[in-house]
């Protein structure tokens, strides 16, 4: 079912249903996400979400996580064309993959790929970044990939850095197999269960609860991930000849 014409950046006040829905209020950049959403064709929402994820899974620095919350969220507006578990399966095939051919393009081009994403995304891809990442997914192996997909830095770089790696492909598969259905599956759930729940209670407050909501999410993933970033910092300048063996950069310690 198509969403309504939104002209004036709204949700129209009954769009044909009860009018009570939770984002119906001028929600401002939700409002325009919710509205670039609505207004793909019939399926496109599964392909930009596992497209989004796949990407990151590569490397990409993206908000795969960010947009797949978001979009989960929107599953509960009475005019979404998609479903909050078609959500899901797309972001589990995307991530599955995304880290895939992360895995076998690390395998192949190893340092030329790492160092083309360093030139490319300085911040997010920086060396320091890299060789502890690298470092993570020596220490730990398959667990790191599992796990990794919960963690921004990891989830980046765990496929290609476990192709360099030389790690073997059916246990990085199976990992990340398990680590994608964990993480997709969890976060739709957890999100779906949240919209289902502010469906009956937020129509007060509308857009601004989803907003706090959202915002919390972000805050907090900015929190650890600069706490991780500070670790990654600490941990580099104990281990300098680790981080040159990694990235290639001998003559001097790179920012995080």
Known sequence: MSAPPCHDGNFP???????NWWLASDG?????LSGFFF??????????VGLVVGLESLGVPLPGETILISVVLLTHHPDAGF?????????SAGAIIGDSI??????RLGPRLF???GRRFPVQASAVRLAYAEHLINRFGVTAVFFGRFIALLRMFAGPLAGSLRMSYRRF???NICGAVAWAGGTTALMWALGSVASHWMSRVGWILLVAVILVGLVVGHVSGSALSAKARDWARDHPDEVARATGVRDELPGA
């Open 173 to 175: 598969l199976i990992a």
């Open 83 to 91: 479903s909050a578990w078609g959500i899901g399966i797309a972001a």
């Open 28 to 32: 401002g950049w939700v409002m325009d």
């Open 13 to 19: 006040a009954n769009g044909g249903h009860d009018g």
């Open 39 to 48: 207004g793909l064709p019939a399926g496109w929402a599964y392909v930009l």
């Open 115 to 117: 160092g083309w994403l």
């Open 102 to 107: 992360g895995y076998t393009v690390g395998r």
